[in-house]
């Protein structure tokens, strides 16, 4: 069963802080208000342990109209959820003003689950200094609990969200959001300092196109139980208290994802290699390589161009010293054409399916990244390495042959004038039996039988040496540029990729893969 994300706002619209920006902080609370928000969240918290087993495994986050964790039924609530086998992840957003010492107490004594609790930290510099955010930061880092903290990106306050940057471990990330009502573009100097601070700041300044087929497991729910896909698709029929509930399909009618809440909560692999089963609670993984397949990952089915999240992704993990190298079954030539716009930030890869492996060698001094553990080479000079697994010309000659009566085109491929791979290609609409791969193993010369093998992708029958594969390319590559696959990720979407993704420590297999 696939994992839930759920949301939750209940009817909290008061704070403890006075921003002169933000209108909750002027919003006065009566007693009975505070008293329906409790208990508007401790019968969601109920109705969640009742859905729990129907649900499966899920990860919440509150993300309230004000501060929630200054009023301790929260954390009661999310320390008695955090205890639910099927919840993997709880969390919320705060401005961190709470009491650590308190919190702890009150945590314990509802039994929470501190290895399960994430919190989203906004640091507000009317309020309080970056020493004393960064402080209470360090504080629940120390106790254990993931966190990461984040600023919106005022120009003016530049400096001083540089000085938190500088107070914080590098472990914790420092994330900046794109500041509404800006009423002009940053300038380029200004996304510069932020970027330096939050390598993933380029995300926000990209248009991401809506996608409701990427949110299907994501749920927004509001106190009085009405339910949104996010906090910005409208709402949807239905309501999360009633008798007959069901998961519901996404509802959208926005044409794009304008804050994270709603974009780094998609089922888009990007998020999910960049910030794990659950994107929204903004913790990022770093590995030291990505390997990639092209087409049905970087390139989903009927795109020509990569998706602006995508490539702006990619750019921030090149930035923070990420290698990247493709994946994929195309030779070199038609890989560069496939992906033009993000070519220059991959080091090389593992191309017609292993048969040709490509990958740069840097020199240089190791530069660290500010915002995570990742060591950066900064190269003095680059050049290419290769690896090519050759075919016999006698391969292509046997395969020529049965190329007309099997109704399929034919394409050689060869690099400094070694055949490496052979490709037969049919309509778009014609696919390949697996009796004609037995017939075409039983023509090959009797020295080749079994040290060739056949790849059938939709309409395409690759014929390439049988030592080849992304899983052994995966192996070279990371031992050449000295890391171990355990410490590397990849991302696929067909069978070709499962041994893959099986050797490295993260492989996401996308919903194609069989």
Known sequence: MDSKMILYRGSLKSCNYSCSYCPFAKHPTSGREMEKDRQDWMKFCKSLEERAEELGRFALMVVPYGEALIHPWYWEGLAFLSRLKQAEAVGVQTNFSFSMEQAGKLWKEAGGRKEKLRLWATYHPEMVSPEHFAK?????AEEGIALCAGAVGVPEN????????????DEIYLWINVMDGLKRAYTREEVQAFSAIDPFFIRELSAVPAKRKNCQNRLFIEGNGKMQTCNIS???????????????SPVCRQKACSCYLAYGG????VNTLLFGKYPLFRIPRYF??????????????????????????????????????????????????????????FD???????????????????????????????????EYREILYPLDEAVLSAVKEQSKSLHCRLYAYRNKGKLYKITLCRREDCGWERAEESFLQGVLPETWKGSVRFLCE???????????????????????????PKQAAAVGDSAEDEAMLLLCSEGIKLQGIK
């Open 458 to 484: 939709n309409n395409c029958m690759q014929v390439i040496p049988a030592g080849a594969s992304k899983e052994n390319g995966v192996e070279i590559i990371c031992r050449e540029i000295g890391i171990s």
């Open 136 to 140: 209470k930061c360090r504080e629940a």
């Open 288 to 345: 030291p390589a990505v390997f990639l397949d092209i087409d049905g990952t970087l390139l989903q089915e009927g795109e020509r161009e990569i998706d602006p999240l995508t490539a702006a992704s990619l750019k921030a993990l090149k930035t923070m010293g990420t290698r990247l190298f493709f994946a994929t079954s195309l030779p070199v030539p038609e890989a560069k054409k496939r992906c033009p716009e993000v070519w220059e930030l």
């Open 266 to 269: 998609r089922g888009d692999w």
């Open 158 to 169: 530049l400096s001083l969200i540089g000085e938190l940057r500088r107070c914080l471990p």
């Open 348 to 382: 090389g890869g593992i191309f017609a399916g292993g048969a040709h492996l490509l990958w740069k060698e840097a020199g240089g001094e190791d530069e660290q990244v500010p915002c995570n553990k990742i060591r950066q080479k900064k190269a003095l000079h680059q």
């Open 234 to 248: 409208g709402r949807m029929p239905g309501n999360w208290f009633q008798e007959n509930f069901s998961f519901p």
